[in-house]
């Protein structure tokens, strides 16, 4: 047999206790009180089917971000209107993805376009009405790119709210162009998060139209340029709740886009939770000179068309800070805040599909899970042992291996282990044995040929190298396929079974050599217990 080289048999060792320390806490069911805290502190974290939680796939309604994009071009355009110091009757958002500046001469159209298609870009000029109404619509790409951007965002903005919620482990991910999927192992409070990922949070401040018709609007006689929104009013002293309605300018003077920070504090008066917020510098400067210039009215306080207050302005209010009351229980004034602070989800998202797994479910599946691995495993051992001999006791001494290094490195990169990916396991033992398989086969017909029992070892795994190097990579590239287009479990699989297929071409080829080799090394051998 060749010379053994000196790292092999170090190499053997040193993976194999690597793989110990790192599995360890894993094999315990979590770090025990007495494991160092210089070791290995990873635990592989379970999957939604194994621990029970929330699943949910969300549709965003990108559209409205497309709407509310043409409706921030409004102020765009005005803007550029009065620094050219141009003429218009008036300027509207019309449709989902246009805006209509209406002009009194036909004339004026070319010299407003021209102005505005060098401040505000990615949109398309049309003339209506004889010529006297310029409309600007978003152009078909610039809209698929804010479609795009409203997924990216809405599911950074989750996963945000997710982690302040204190979720471990979440799945947060996109699935098509539209939708994105959440997972949430081991939730407790289902409605509660719920509530938490779906609100969109739009933060908006409107002022109050003291001079409008509130009746004749309740009625259905809103002014123009005018919204009727709600309020909730509490009654302190019998704490019943009434509706209040409320005219309000529809234009919105500022928004919560320009927050840094939202906190829970407590009135010293009556004890109640309200959310105090910070505005960044240029939020603080607008809401200063806002202030200003409307002393002794009222500024409305808007989060996802309610109106929460309607404070009036007493004096100017420098610094950025301004405070969001209500009839808040705690944790709702706390969930406000995480809400505010991960920021508004660009576009409304709805629930499409909806599924709680239970903590008893997951713990039946991981002992259907587990009973499946110990029964699969103990199976191999035993045909491996009976067919192959002591040959076949070494390749269950890499089979086991094998799952220590697979656990040691899902708990290493912190992968998260699902169902499929326990199949994954069991799948793997057979895989691993069926490369030993093929060596040992091929070691019995280089002894019927007539080679000496280390020449069959040598020539054994040389000449079985390339077929199960082809196997296995070809299974490889399967896995890795499933992980570029599957979803969820799928991906699950697809992690299990690569990081297995590397560990057993490892410990199937590599280590059952090295020991081999130790095992034979200055012996004369005449037979071969295989």
Sequence with gaps: MKQLPWWKPATVV????????YAAPSLLGGVPPWWPSW????????????????????????????????????DDVRGVMRKEKLRYKGVEHAGTDSVIVKLSQASEVAQVQKALAAEIMNVDFSTEDDGTTLRLSISETNQK???????????????????????????????????ILVQLPGLKDPTRAKALIGRTARLEFKMVDE???????????????????YGEQVDRATGQKTRQPYLLKKRTVLSGDLLTDARVNFDTQFNEPYVSINFNSQGGRKFGQLTGEHVGERMAIVLDGTVYSAPVIRERIDGGRAQISGSFSTEEAHDLAIILRAGALPAPVTILEERTVGPTLGSDSIAQGMMSVLIGGALVIVFMGIYYKAFGWLANVAVVLNIIVLMAILAWIQATLTLPGIAGMVLLMGMSVDANVLIFERIREELHLGRTPLAAIDHGYDTAFVTILDSNLTTLITAVVLFQFGTGPVKGF??????????????????????LAMIVKNRRLKSLSI
């Design 494 to 515: 697809a992690v299990t079974l690569s990081i297995g297929l590397i560990a057993s071409m490892f410990t199937a080829i590599f280590v059952t050599r090295v020991v």
């Design 211 to 229: 001079k409008g018709d509130l009746a004749g609007a309740i009625e259905g006689r809103i002014p123009p340029g005018d919204i009727l929104l």
């Design 145 to 179: 790119e804010i479609r795009g951007f409203a997924v990216e965002q809405s599911i950074q903005t989750i996963r945000s709210r997710i982690d302040q919620f204190g979720v471990a482990e979440p799945t947060i991910q996109k699935q098509g162009e539209d939708r």
């Design 39 to 74: 070791l290995p502190q990873q635990v592989i974290a379970r999957g939604l089917d194994l621990q029970g939680g929330l699943y949910l796939l969300l549709h965003v309604e990108s559209g409205k971000a497309v709407e509310q994009a043409a409706e921030n071009m409004v």
């Design 14 to 21: 040193l993976v194999t206790l690597i793989s110990l320390l």
